[in-house]
């Protein structure tokens, strides 16, 4: 039986599936959360969303709003709002999860049994059971001790570009609560770069690192100030233009943090643009947790087998692409050289901690077409820790004592 796994936030993919479909219909497929076909969900328009969601942030324009289930007279809908390219699931009384990578598919319509998850966490759900949906509530909760930022930029009084910047910022009762903010500025510093071709490192935040105001406005303005270089006239843009920052805490230990970055552009087209990974900073060496600092240089084989052992399990890359030939996998993560022949070295992302396991992110088009969305694929630690440094076994030690729940 086919699985489908669609992100929820990417409102094409409504579009691409119902195109799509028509070829790959079966009586046992599965049906994604989204499609147009079943009789049992309903349509509502933006306007219809309730006052509590509308709340949730302030330049909210919801694009969609669906039934998922109705249980114990309580209706479960998903929302997705395009200023701030993030998605929802609430109900009658309250949102259960809100995030920018938020994805969910029924495994079986019949049963009411779905995978809801953010990026590097899915969790089952069965959508009879209003016990089991509450466990939604998991997927998004912002950490002790933590705060969100979230702050609208507009560039004028025209409302058509604007800069959404949302941050979790730690309380200073977090200890190294100091080095943490000071790393927040530097990925601020590179996603404010990234769109510079021509001159490297010509944005630098040079305010207060403990000041979450000054470098939102200073992350929009570099924003702006790239719109103004790409478009003469300003007044001439024919779409809306936006550009959306959400950095959150996923996992704080005594030893590192691990952040979820996400980021969705749109200027005009059939959809825009978004990327999803999990970081990791030690703020104790002050210096993110990447290959050197988590393996042994000897067994980057070992690491790369099991890396393919999980993209071999993994359902959401078997629907999108040939999940039962092991050759064809290593083809499709191998480096090529000039005549697209495989080195034999796997290109893999830079790693992320999480509760399960070491996360490895792949952007849209890295691996599918842009409905197939992002991809996260995990190492369970157990079967990773022959493979790594001490530093990484600490890290492991970290997060057996660490409360995040």
């Given at each position: 039986m086919k699985r489908i796994n669609i992100p929820l936030a990417i409102i094409t993919v409504i579009i691409i599936c119902i195109l799509w479909g028509t070829?790959?219909?079966?009586?046992?497929?599965?049906?994604?959360?989204?499609?147009?076909?079943?009789?049992?969900?309903q349509i509502y328009e933006s306007s219809k969303v309730p006052p509590f969601v509308e709340a949730l942030l302030d330049s909210a324009e919801w694009e969609i709003s669906r039934t998922i289930t109705k249980v114990n007279n309580q209706t479960y809908h998903y929302a997705y709002d395009f200023h701030n390219r993030t998605s929802l699931i609430y109900n009658n009384e309250r949102i259960l999860v809100e995030d920018p990578t938020l994805f969910a598919y029924f495994t079986s319509r019949e049963e009411k049994q779905m995978h809801v998850g953010v990026a590097g966490k899915i969790i089952g759900i069965d959508a009879k059971d209003s016990s089991s949906l509450a466990k939604l509530t998991t997927l998004s909760n912002i950490l002790p001790s933590f705060q969100r930022f979230k702050k609208d930029h507009w560039l004028d009084s025209t409302h058509i570009i604007l800069y959404h910047y949302s941050v979790d910022y730690p309380t200073p009762s977090i200890p190294h609560a100091n080095e943490i903010n000071a790393w927040i500025v530097k990925k601020v510093n590179q996603s404010a770069n990234e769109r510079e071709e021509t001159q490297r490192n010509k944005y630098r935040y040079k305010g207060e690192k403990n000041?979450?105001?000054?470098?939102?406005?200073?992350?929009?303005n570099c924003y702006f100030d790239y719109i103004r270089h790409e478009y003469e006239d300003l007044e001439e843009l024919p779409n809306f233009h936006h550009f959306n920052f959400d950095l959150r805490a996923r996992l704080l230990t005594n030893l590192f943090v691990t952040y979820q970055k996400a980021t969705h552009s749109h200027s005009g087209g059939a959809h825009g643009y978004f990327t999803e990974e999990l970081v990791s900073y030690d703020f104790i060496n002050k210096t993110e947790i990447d290959w050197d600092y988590l393996f042994k240089s000897q067994?980057?084989?070992?690491?790369?087998?099991?890396?393919?052992?999980?993209?071999?399990?993994?359902?959401?890359?078997a629907f999108w692409e040939n999940a039962n030939d092991r050759d064809a996998i290593i083809w499709k993560f191998s480096i090529k050289d000039e005549d697209s022949n495989p080195t034999g070295e796997l290109l893999l992302p830079q790693p992320g901690l999480t509760k399960e396991g070491i996360a490895f992110s792949f952007q849209p088009y890295d691996l599918s077409c842009f409905a197939a969305g992002t991809f996260h694929f995990t190492i369970p630690y157990e079967k990773a820790k022959p493979f790594l440094t001490e530093k990484g076994k600490r890290c492991i030690e970290a997060i057996r004592f660490s409360d995040n729940d």
């Amino acid at each position: 039986m086919k699985r489908i796994n669609i992100p929820l936030a990417i409102i094409t993919v409504i579009i691409i599936c119902i195109l799509w479909g028509t070829n790959h219909k079966t009586e046992e497929s599965s049906t994604p959360m989204d499609s147009k076909n079943n009789e049992e969900e309903q349509i509502y328009e933006s306007s219809k969303v309730p006052p509590f969601v509308e709340a949730l942030l302030d330049s909210a324009e919801w694009e969609i709003s669906r039934t998922i289930t109705k249980v114990n007279n309580q209706t479960y809908h998903y929302a997705y709002d395009f200023h701030n390219r993030t998605s929802l699931i609430y109900n009658n009384e309250r949102i259960l999860v809100e995030d920018p990578t938020l994805f969910a598919y029924f495994t079986s319509r019949e049963e009411k049994q779905m995978h809801v998850g953010v990026a590097g966490k899915i969790i089952g759900i069965d959508a009879k059971d209003s016990s089991s949906l509450a466990k939604l509530t998991t997927l998004s909760n912002i950490l002790p001790s933590f705060q969100r930022f979230k702050k609208d930029h507009w560039l004028d009084s025209t409302h058509i570009i604007l800069y959404h910047y949302s941050v979790d910022y730690p309380t200073p009762s977090i200890p190294h609560a100091n080095e943490i903010n000071a790393w927040i500025v530097k990925k601020v510093n590179q996603s404010a770069n990234e769109r510079e071709e021509t001159q490297r490192n010509k944005y630098r935040y040079k305010g207060e690192k403990n000041n979450p105001e000054a470098l939102a406005q200073f992350a929009a303005n570099c924003y702006f100030d790239y719109i103004r270089h790409e478009y003469e006239d300003l007044e001439e843009l024919p779409n809306f233009h936006h550009f959306n920052f959400d950095l959150r805490a996923r996992l704080l230990t005594n030893l590192f943090v691990t952040y979820q970055k996400a980021t969705h552009s749109h200027s005009g087209g059939a959809h825009g643009y978004f990327t999803e990974e999990l970081v990791s900073y030690d703020f104790i060496n002050k210096t993110e947790i990447d290959w050197d600092y988590l393996f042994k240089s000897q067994y980057k084989k070992d690491i790369e087998s099991l890396f393919i052992d999980c993209v071999c399990n993994d359902l959401k890359y078997a629907f999108w692409e040939n999940a039962n030939d092991r050759d064809a996998i290593i083809w499709k993560f191998s480096i090529k050289d000039e005549d697209s022949n495989p080195t034999g070295e796997l290109l893999l992302p830079q790693p992320g901690l999480t509760k399960e396991g070491i996360a490895f992110s792949f952007q849209p088009y890295d691996l599918s077409c842009f409905a197939a969305g992002t991809f996260h694929f995990t190492i369970p630690y157990e079967k990773a820790k022959p493979f790594l440094t001490e530093k990484g076994k600490r890290c492991i030690e970290a997060i057996r004592f660490s409360d995040n729940d």
